[in-house]
């Protein structure tokens, strides 16, 4: 039986980055996936293959929309090829998942394939595909399960017509209308993917905002600039069924008013959330606890009630993002080496990949209006910019909450074109614990989309933006 410092469950960016800083600072250790790629859910059925349909659905529609104004004609008719769109994500999926492989060798990590599971508190088993058993020996073992999509107890999903995001990922045929229910993130990335594609989507939502969680602000301005790309909105509706009949979907709902509404589609995409996902792993064999909503639990150091069992990413509690898995993989590598790692949690950005792009970190409006925190704030239209009249991407602006008496920035909230990216400053200047005023006098390139992060500082520190 091999023996190890630590076994890792689950190949996403929190458990394969937990393996790399485990064997960086000296610890014999071992990966477990039961799929035959690693990456988990964000390289094979997430973030990446999104990001890849998002880049060539937005190519599409430049070319279709844009170009023209650009001074650049294209003759013939512009034509969508859908299988080469899904098989060249599907090939940059291929190359960022071996590219894991190559980082698990380099780093000297054993590679299990098979379901993990505790046979106790220190010995795994591994089931592999040929159906036969592993046992392998962990001094300390580390649940990176990751999380599964959510549905609502009425649905069925055919994962035909009523699909979850892994389905929309590859379909087969650009739907004709396309009805989503959720208007998260993952609703609004795969939407506009189809919505510039040609589909009619309708997006279904039960709050009254769309990203009912970041700054409402930010849910007004995508909404609006989704509105004029015509994906259609159905806010304050409680969907009550969702029923197949042969090609055609139908999803009733109750309005605001509790009159009953209607929609007929040919594809239901189910956004409603992911959970945890904890099935096999035998978690009583170790004795480890779940907390509410099936997460398992943990303390500050991310470990559970069991010693040396640790949990991180879409598992435990918190932003279900590859971002903070990654950084809660190296905490826990760093906590077993007897180091003291922090992660500032209400730093973690928050993106949306739609165009134009949501980005946020702090705290929002509504936060720091129900805390009762005196604030004020800064607001500076990406229209305003020479960078983003030069591109037309002229929709979204920069938002910066910073303390009344302090100026000490609490939360920056922007859209915009490539605001994913621009919101890295914002995140340095809150580490630093910068005040608005810091930003406003750090010299930005010109021209940039970054110029406007600037200027919503200077607007912050008493209304002294220059370009409005
Ligand atoms: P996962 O990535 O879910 O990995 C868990 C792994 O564990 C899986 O490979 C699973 O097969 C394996 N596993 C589970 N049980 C066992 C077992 N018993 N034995 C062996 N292996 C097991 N986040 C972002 O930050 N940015 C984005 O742009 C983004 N886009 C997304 C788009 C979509 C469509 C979706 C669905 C998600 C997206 N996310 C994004 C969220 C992101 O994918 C997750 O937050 C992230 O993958 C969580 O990482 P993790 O390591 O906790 O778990
Ligand atoms: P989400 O939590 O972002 O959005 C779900 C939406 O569904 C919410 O707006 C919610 O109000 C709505 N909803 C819930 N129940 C409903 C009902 N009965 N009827 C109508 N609407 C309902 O979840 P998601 O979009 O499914 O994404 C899952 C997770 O994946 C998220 O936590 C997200 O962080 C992560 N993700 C991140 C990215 C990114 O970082 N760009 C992209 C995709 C997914």
């Not at 029923?243 to 055609?248: D, S």
């Not at 008013?257 to 096999?280: I, M, P, Q, W």
């Not at 991310?302 to 993002?321: E, F």
């Not at 949690?345 to 970190?361: C, D, H, K, S």
Request: hydrophobic share 40%; proline share 3%.
């Amino acid at each position: 039986m091999s023996s190890y410092d630590v076994a890792i469950i689950g190949s996403g960016p929190g458990g394969y980055v937990a393996a790399i800083r485990c064997a960086q600072l000296g610890m014999k250790t071992a990966i477990i996936e039961k799929y035959s790629t690693l990456g988990g859910t964000c390289l094979n059925v997430g973030c990446i293959p999104s990001k890849a349909l998002l880049d060539s659905s937005h190519h599409y529609e430049d070319a279709v929309k844009h170009f023209e104004e650009h001074g650049i004609e294209i003759p013939g008719e512009i034509k969508v090829n859908l299988e080469k769109m899904i098989s060249r994500k599907q090939g940059v999926v291929d190359m960022t998942t071996k590219g894991i492989q190559f980082l698990m060798d380099k780093n000297k990590i054993d590679v299990f394939e098979g379901v993990g599971s505790f046979k106790d508190a220190t010995h795994l088993t591994i089931k592999k595909k040929d159906g036969k058993n592993e046992l392998i020996e962990a001094k300390n073992t580390i649940i990176a399960t990751g999380s599964k999509p959510s549905s609502l107890p009425f649905i069925s999903l055919d994962k035909e017509r009523i699909i979850t995001s892994t389905e929309a990922l590859q379909l087969k045929e650009i739907p004709k209308h396309l009805i989503i229910i959720g208007g998260g993130v993952i609703g609004l990335e795969l939407g506009q993917v189809y919505k510039r594609l040609g589909a009619e989507v309708t997006v279904v939502e039960y709050m009254d905002r769309i990203i009912p969680t970041m700054d409402a602000a930010l849910s007004k301005e995508l909404m609006k600039s989704m509105k004029k790309q015509k994906t259609k909105f159905a806010l304050s509706h409680k969907v009550k069924s969702v029923v197949r009949t042969g090609n055609e979907v139908t999803v009733l709902a109750d309005n605001k008013k509790g009159e009953e509404v209607s929609f007929t589609g040919d594809y239901c995409l189910v956004a409603v959330g992911r959970s945890a996902y904890t099935e096999g792993l035998n978690l009583e064999a170790a004795g480890v606890a779940l907390e509410e909503r099936g997460r398992i639990a943990v303390n500050a150091h991310l470990q559970t009630n069991v010693p040396n069992i640790y949990a991180i990413g879409d598992v435990i509690k918190g932003a279900m993002l590859a971002h903070k898995a990654e950084e809660e993989g190296t905490l826990v590598a760093e906590v077993m080496a007897g180091q003291k790692p922090h992660i500032n949690y209400n730093l973690i950005p928050g993106v949306v990949y739609t165009w134009p792009e949501v980005a946020a970190v702090g705290k929002t409006e509504e936060e720091l209006k129900q805390s009762g925190v005196a604030y004020k704030v800064g607001q500076f239209p990406m229209r305003a910019l020479g960078r983003a009249r030069a591109s037309m991407d002229i929709d979204g602006f920069v938002k910066i909450l910073a303390d009344k008496e302090t100026d000490e920035v609490l939360g920056v909230h922007m859209i915009g074109a490539r605001c994913a990216d621009l919101i890295t400053e914002a995140v340095t200047a809150m580490e630093f614990r910068a005040s608005a005023e810091d930003i406003s006098r750090m010299s930005h390139a010109h021209p940039t989309y970054a110029e406007a992060v600037k200027e919503a500082a200077l607007a912050a520190t008493g209304d002294r933006a220059l370009h409005v």
